[in-house]
């Protein structure tokens, strides 16, 4: 069956169309060969912190939004806790993810944004620099090397995805939320 005629088979499946257009245009922007990129998908959100940019598996977050207008201190706290918000009827704390990693607090901008976890036991909204949105990988162009970084945040990167030059450390959201470090909210 020529490329045509797969593609014709599947007209009465757009949502198979759509797939496979997708599974050949990701394989003609590589410039590899239509047979060599295959396997499963892995779709994250890219942000950043600072000047680093990493991703975070998008079944770990719920939703991104814009920072809220309105965020309560919360007194006795650490100061990685910016306070707590009303995000859509739900009470959650704003994290600064930079200043917990021990970086300084974030300056919120036009482009600061929520990232608000996905997580049954840990509500939390983490405050990140900016969302550039999603990136798609396949499986293969993952690796469990664990690049440096400036924010000095290995203990919760679960590994990296490759593709040519670039490289996007993956931020271990469920890691973070269950490390210790992050459980002792109350400032000593």
């Known amino acids: ?83 707590l918000a009303n995000l859509r009827g739900q009470l959650l704390p704003v994290i600064d993810l930079r200043a917990f990693l021990g970086s300084g607090p974030t300056s919120v901008t ?17 405050v990140v620099d900016e969302v550039m949105g999603f990136r798609r990988f396949f499986e293969s162009e993952y690796s469990p090397d664990l690049p440096p970084t400036l924010l000095r945040c290995e203990s919760y990167l679960a590994g990296t995805f490759k593709r040519g030059p670039e490289v996007w450390p993956v931020f271990g959201l469920r890691t ?9 909210a109350a400032a000593s």
């Open 1 to 83: 069956m020529t490329g045509a005629d797969e593609l014709r088979s599947l007209r009465d499946r757009p949502f198979d169309l759509l797939r496979e257009l997708d599974r050949r245009a990701r394989a003609a922007a590589q410039g590899k060969p239509e047979a060599a990129v295959s396997g499963s998908e892995w779709v994250g959100i890219a942000f950043r912190i600072g000047g680093e940019a990493f991703l975070m598996a998008r079944e770990e977050t719920r939703e991104v939004s814009g920072y809220p207008a309105q965020v309560t201190r919360v007194p006795g706290a650490r100061g990685w806790i910016r306070g």
């Open 110 to 126: 036009r482009a600061t944004r929520l990232l608000v976890a996905n997580h049954r036991e840990v509500p939390a909204a983490l």
């Open 176 to 184: 973070l939320l269950e490390s210790p470090a992050f459980q002792q």
